[in-house]
């Protein structure tokens, strides 16, 4: 069973950074494409960033190119989001993402809560 543990999250004022990490088990990762997501209240869930541990590309959303970094380490399983010059509207819950590369099947932790100041 693969789980995911999200940490990191936290209360920052506006222009500052945070690193998210998220720690996977129960799974042959290195067969997996791992992301981040992000839910504000009142509003959908929507993707941040993903990772793709073949080949190392990765893929930004629009919103958060030049300000955030994914990367990951294979050997442990994790998955990091560097969050840089931070604004208000990047609060939200951050959730790790994990599902094989060609499936539609996702994991998901349980959230990471993160607060902008401005």
């Known amino acids: 069973q693969v789980q995911l543990v999200e940490s990191g999250g936290g209360l920052v004022q506006a222009g500052g950074s945070l690193r998210l990490s998220c720690a996977g088990s129960?799974?042959?990762?290195?067969?997996?494409?791992m992301a981040w997501f992000r839910q504000a209240p009142r509003k959908e869930r929507e993707f941040v960033a993903r990772?793709?541990?073949?080949?190392?590309?990765?893929v930004y959303a629009d919103s958060v190119k030049g300000r955030f970094t994914i990367s990951g380490d294979n050997a442990k399983n994790a998955v990091y989001l560097q969050m840089n010059t931070l604004k208000p509207e990047d609060t939200a819950t951050y959730y790790c993402?994990?599902?094989?590369?060609?499936?539609?099947?996702?994991?998901w932790g349980h959230g990471t809560q993160v607060t902008v100041s401005s």
């Open positions: 993402e994990a599902r094989k590369v060609g499936n539609t099947n996702s994991y």
């Open positions: 129960g799974g042959t990762f290195s067969t997996y494409t």
């Open positions: 990772i793709y541990w073949s080949g190392g590309s990765t």
